[in-house]
């Protein structure tokens, strides 16, 4: 029998705390992501959700509490208050949901709501009601257009192993901002950004970088 698995560190966790023989493991990477469909609707969504001269910042996925949102809204906060021109051309857009569950795993769906109420409140006490926007589920046919809009993919995770939204942003060649773990480290080793999981002052700097870095 084998093992199959996304990243060398997946595998170097279950050697090391299951004692699987490492024999029995194969790593293969996660592969890149295509989008089902490629019409442009990039001049709907600008309009949809007021991104007109925007530099827009994206986080795409599932609101959970491994995915550091609040990190990125720390960042945020940092970002605009050292640089208050950005605040006028610059807008980090949240496109996601929390994910349904059923049965036991109900629990889950209630901790996330919960972190999901947190996020909301904290984008009120960080006065960030118009720089950041919370946009809920995105259409499948929209997802492509989305993310060729995006200046800046930032996936601020806390603890993962593999994301198929990182494939989606490298489809596209964006650039992207990662936490240095998990399969995100092992994919972005030689292109992308990594910094630092739960570190606001990182994500900010490296946001303001590539936003001012004319080569993206």
Same mark, same amino acid.
């Given at each position: &029998?084998?093992?199959?698995? #996304? ?22 990477? #996660? ?5 089902? =469909?490629?019409? %442009? ?22 609101? #959970?509490? %491994?995915? !550091?949102? @609040? ?17 006028? @051309? ?20 209630? *901790? ?16 960030? %009601?118009? =720089?950041? *926007?919370?946009? !809920? ?29 990182? @494939? ?13 773990? !998990? ?7 030689? =292109? ?20 001012? &870095?004319?080569?993206?």
């Amino acid at each position: &029998d084998l093992i199959f698995v #996304h990243t060398f560190e997946a595998r170097e966790i279950l050697v090391s705390r299951c004692k699987v023989n490492k024999s029995k493991i194969k790593a293969i990477p #996660h592969g890149t992501s295509e989008f089902k =469909s490629r019409k %442009d609707f990039s001049r709907d969504i600008i309009e949809r959700f007021g991104l007109k001269d925007k530099n827009l910042i994206l986080y795409f996925g599932y609101i #959970h509490t %491994d995915k !550091g949102i @609040n990190y990125l809204l720390e960042a945020s906060k940092i970002l605009f208050e050292e640089n208050p021109n950005l605040r006028y @051309n610059t807008i980090i857009l949240i496109a996601g949901v929390v994910r349904p569950r059923k049965g036991i795993f109900k629990v889950f769906e209630k *901790k996330d709501k919960k972190y999901f109420e947190s996020l909301i409140n904290l984008q009120k006490q960080l006065n960030l %009601d118009h =720089s950041v *926007k919370f946009v !809920g589920f995105i259409e499948e046919e929209y997802v492509y257009s989305l993310f060729k809009l995006a200046r800046i993919v930032v996936m601020p995770y806390t603890n993962v192993e593999q994301s198929g939204v990182l @494939n989606l942003a490298l489809a596209v060649h964006k650039p992207v901002i990662a936490s240095n773990i !998990g399969g995100l480290k092992e994919t972005l080793q030689n =292109s992308g950004v990594l910094v630092p999981p739960k570190n606001p002052r990182k994500i900010a700097d490296n946001i303001k970088k590539l936003i001012l &870095d004319k080569q993206y």
